[in-house]
C-alpha cells in the first residue's frame, strides 16, 4: 500500500509537469504561459487530492506550493496554502497553530530568498524534513514501532526531496532550448548585439550634429566617435569569443569616467529633452578597474532611464570604508514590485521590445568588480540604481 501511494504520487506529478511542459511548448505569449501554470498548480492539487488513498497524499501536497515560489507564482502559492490549511483543518483536524506556523516559514523563506532559487530549494526540502518529523512524533501515535515510522518517514522525505527536484528541473526546460549548447550561444549573441546598439546610437548622434566646417564641434565629436568605435571594437571581441564577459583592471579616475559618460551622453539627452546632472568633481577618485566596462553600465543605466520617460537624471557618489557608492536616479515611470523581484533575469524586460540583456550585463560586469548593483523603485514613478565597488 506504502509503495503503491508513492509510484501513484510520482507518476501523477511526473505527468503533470510533462503535459504543462508539451502545452507551454506551443504557447509564445508570456501571459497566457502564466496562466497556464497556475492552472497547472491547481490541476496538480486537484489530481493529487481526488487519487488520495491514504494520509500520503497530504504529506506531498506542500510540493505544489515549493514550486509555485520557485517560479514566483507566489500569489498562488500562497492562496494554496490557505486553501490546503483549510483543507486539513476540516477533514483532519490539524492544530491551526501548526499550520500557521509552517506555511508562514514557507512563505517568509520565499521572501527572504528569493533572489537565490538554489537555496530557496534546499530551505524548502530542510523545512518540510523538520515540520514532517515533528507532527509525526508529536501528534501522531505511532511510538508502538518507532523504528519503521522512522523509516516511512526517511523514505517520504528522500522521496519528496527527489521528486521536488527533478519536477524543478523539468519546469526550468519547459520555458527554455533544451539544446544548453545552442542556449548559451544564442545569449551570447543577443548579449552582444545589445550592447553594440549603444555605441552605434551615440555616433549617430554626432554625426548628425556634426558639422564640417565648425572646427569646435569637430574637435569636440571626433574623438567621442573614436572612443565610441574603438568600444565597439572591444564588444565585437567578445562576439568573436562567445565566451562570458571578461574586464581588464588598470587603476582609472571613477570621477574622469562620470564625467566622460557625461560628455558622450549630454547631446544625446538633450534630443531627447532629458536633463542629466552629475557632481562638480575638482578632485579625483583613483581605483582599480575596466574603464570601458564600467562606462558600459552607467550607459545602459542612463539609457534606460530616458527609455522610461524620464525627464531628469542625477548620479551621486558617496565614499565610505573603502568603498565608493554610485546612485543613478531618474523620474520615469518607475519599476512595479512584481518586476523589480525579476530585475537582471536574463530575456526578461518590461519594454515591449526589450531583451533584459542590458541589465543582466550590467549585474555580470559588477560582480566581476566585486561590487554590487541593486534597483530600487516605488512602482509608481522613479527608480533608484545603486551600485557599490571597492575602493582597494
Known amino acids: 500500500m506504502f509503495f503503491y501511494d508513492i509510484l501513484l504520487v510520482g507518476i501523477l506529478c511526473l505527468f503533470s509537469v510533462f503535459a504543462f511542459n508539451f502545452v507551454s511548448f506551443y504557447l509564445k505569449n508570456k501571459k497566457y504561459k502564466d496562466l497556464l501554470f497556475t492552472i497547472f498548480l491547481f490541476f496538480l492539487s486537484a489530481i493529487l487530492l481526488i487519487y488520495s488513498r491514504s494520509f500520503l497524499m497530504f504529506f506531498f501536497l506542500d510540493l505544489v506550493i515549493f514550486i509555485g515560489y520557485l517560479r514566483y507564482h507566489e500569489n498562488d502559492a500562497f492562496i494554496l496554502s490557505i486553501l490546503f490549511s483549510l483543507l486539513l483543518l476540516t477533514l483532519v483536524d490539524f492544530p491551526l497553530l501548526w499550520l ?57 522525505v528522500l522521496f519528496f526531496r ?15 532550448d533544451l539544446s544548453l549548447d545552442y542556449m548559451e550561444t544564442e545569449k551570447s549573441i543577443f548579449k552582444i548585439t545589445h550592447e553594440i546598439k549603444n555605441p552605434i546610437a551615440v555616433c549617430k548622434g554626432y554625426l548628425d550634429m556634426l558639422d564640417v566646417h565648425d572646427e569646435d564641434k569637430v574637435s569636440r565629436y571626433i574623438p567621442i566617435i573614436r572612443s565610441e568605435i574603438d568600444r565597439t571594437l572591444t564588444l565585437m571581441d567578445d562576439f568573436m ?23 558622450v551622453m549630454l ?126
Open 100 to 156: 500557521i506556523v509552517q506555511y508562514g516559514t514557507y512563505f517568509f523563506t520565499y521572501l527572504i530568498f528569493y533572489q537565490k532559487k538554489q537555496k530557496m530549494l534546499s530551505l524548502f526540502i530542510t523545512e518540510k524534513a523538520f515540520f514532517t518529523s515533528l507532527f509525526y512524533f508529536f501528534y501522531l501515535d505511532y511510538f508502538e514501532n518507532l523504528a519503521y515510522s522512522f523509516l516511512v518517514l526517511l523514505a517520504c
Open 162 to 176: 527527489l521528486l521536488l527536484v527533478v519536477m524543478f528541473r523539468l519546469l526550468k526546460l519547459g520555458n527554455v
Open 241 to 263: 569569443s562567445m565566451k562570458n564577459i571578461h574586464i581588464r583592471k588598470d587603476i582609472l579616475d571613477l570621477y574622469l569616467l562620470i564625467e566622460d559618460v557625461y560628455d
Open 267 to 392: 547631446p544625446v539627452l538633450k534630443q531627447h529633452k532629458v536633463k542629466l546632472i552629475i557632481p562638480h568633481y575638482q578632485d579625483e577618485l583613483y581605483m582599480m578597474g575596466d574603464y570601458d566596462r564600467l562606462k558600459q553600465v552607467l550607459i545602459n543605466l542612463i539609457k534606460n532611464a530616458y527609455e522610461a520617460k524620464a525627464t531628469k537624471i542625477e548620479i551621486r557618489t558617496h565614499c565610505f570604508s573603502k568603498r565608493v557608492k554610485i546612485e543613478v536616479v531618474d523620474n520615469g515611470v518607475g519599476i512595479s514590485k512584481e518586476n523589480l523581484k525579476r530585475v537582471g533575469e536574463i530575456f526578461y524586460s518590461t519594454k515591449p521590445k526589450g531583451t533584459g540583456i542590458g541589465v543582466n550585463l550590467s549585474k555580470e560586469i559588477i560582480g566581476l568588480h566585486k561590487g554590487d548593483i541593486r534597483y530600487q523603485s516605488s512602482g509608481k514613478k522613479g527608480t533608484l540604481v545603486t551600485i557599490i565597488l571597492p575602493l582597494k
